[in-house]
Nanobody
Framework: QVRLVESGGGLVQAGESLRLSCAAS????????MGWYRQAPGKERELVAQ?????????TYADSVKGRFTISRDDVKPMVYLQMNSLKPDDTAVYYC??????????????WGQGTQVIVSS
């Protein structure tokens, strides 16, 4: 019922930028929030950024990406984007898009995309 497809990952050098996109197919599901997590080798998955869908679109960022990454949304499509600037080797990870339905609208409380690899070389 809910499907997420990420794109935009790749290999870049430190200091460069990438823009990730996540397209959601949601049927008749109402969305509470969408965002991005990442998982580096040997580490746990961690929140990168999240934005609420509809309304003011409040955002949350990991401290490690504040001032460098910007999350944005398109409520109509719906899609979420992650503009990543001043990339560092520590940003290397698989980036996963997530979608949180509004309570009672879907079977699961969170859906995940398949992930897109970001590699930042020094």
């Amino acid at each position: 019922q809910v499907r997420l497809v990420e794109s935009g990952g790749g290999l870049v050098q430190a200091g460069e930028s990438l823009r990730l996109s996540c397209a959601a197919s949601i049927g008749f599901v109402a969305i509470s929030a969408m965002g991005w997590y990442r998982q580096a080798p040997g580490k746990e998955r961690e929140l990168v950024a999240q934005i609420t869908i509809g309304g003011s679109g409040s955002t949350t960022y990991a401290d490690s990406v504040k001032g460098r990454f910007t999350i944005s949304r398109d409520d109509v499509k719906p899609m979420v984007y992650l503009q990543m600037n001043s990339l560092k080797p520590d940003d290397t990870a698989v980036y996963y898009c997530h979608l949180d339905p509004k309570t009672g609208w879907a079977q699961l409380s969170r859906y995940w995309g398949q992930g897109t690899q970001v590699i930042v070389s020094s």
